[in-house]
């Protein structure tokens, strides 16, 4: 009689040391695994240099500029930012060809004309070509309202689009901006270019 007393002391400590273990694995399963303090900086590194890599465009800056050259700048920088990193205008600078408040966009020449100069270039304050299309990635609202069928809140959601997801980067992308659909797109689509 005692062997099968401890005989059932043995089945309850075993069922009891099983139980524990099954508990303690599935704890163990639950809690995720803290990657060490060593691998959270890495990751926090990389995760820094995709931002940066997103967080930087390339513009040329030209013409009456102290330090002319290609610069590396934040994607919210304005043409005003650029000229001071470049040093400042110089003294023949024409300031009123220029539109300082602009955002600048990756792969954009700055160019900034001297007094006098008659310029046959795009510079970052024209909007037009040569065949008199309007570019809607640099046009003023003015500028916009000269196309048909674009008045004063057409005109300000393209350049509210414009600001918030960057340069257009096709003339469809239009039909993004709230108010504009393919029939007013296509009252347009002779009148404006991408560049």
């Keep these: 009689m005692k062997w099968i007393k401890t005989y059932e002391r043995w089945i309850y400590v075993g069922s009891?040391?099983?139980g524990a273990i099954?508990?303690?694995v599935q704890q163990q399963e639950e809690t995720p695994i803290q990657p060490l303090p060593?691998?959270?900086i890495e990751q926090q590194?990389?995760?820094e240099k995709q931002v940066e890599e997103q967080s930087s465009i390339v513009v040329d800056?030209?013409?009456a500029i102290k330090r002319a050259g290609v610069y590396e700048v934040a994607p919210t920088s304005r043409i005003h930012d650029v000229i001071q990193l470049a040093g400042g205008l110089t003294d023949e600078a024409d300031e009123t060809?220029?539109?300082f408040a602009m955002k600048v966009h990756?792969?954009?020449?700055?160019?900034?004309?001297k007094k006098g100069e008659d310029i046959l270039v795009e510079t970052a304050s024209q909007t037009s070509s040569s065949s008199g299309k309007i570019n809607i990635n640099t046009a003023t609202i003015e500028q916009l309202q000269t196309l048909q069928g674009i008045g004063p809140a057409k005109a300000s959601a393209i350049i509210a689009y414009r600001e918030e997801h960057g340069p257009f980067q096709n003339v469809e992308d239009l039909l993004n901006v709230s108010g504009i659909g393919p029939k007013s797109l296509e009252k347009i689509k002779e009148q404006i270019v991408v560049r």
């Design 106 to 113: 990756d792969e954009m020449v700055i160019y900034v004309p």
């Design 45 to 47: 590194e990389q995760q």
């Design 16 to 18: 009891i040391v099983i």
């Design 22 to 24: 099954i508990w303690i």
């Design 38 to 40: 060593f691998e959270q």
């Design 61 to 63: 800056v030209k013409g």
């Design 97 to 99: 060809k220029v539109n």
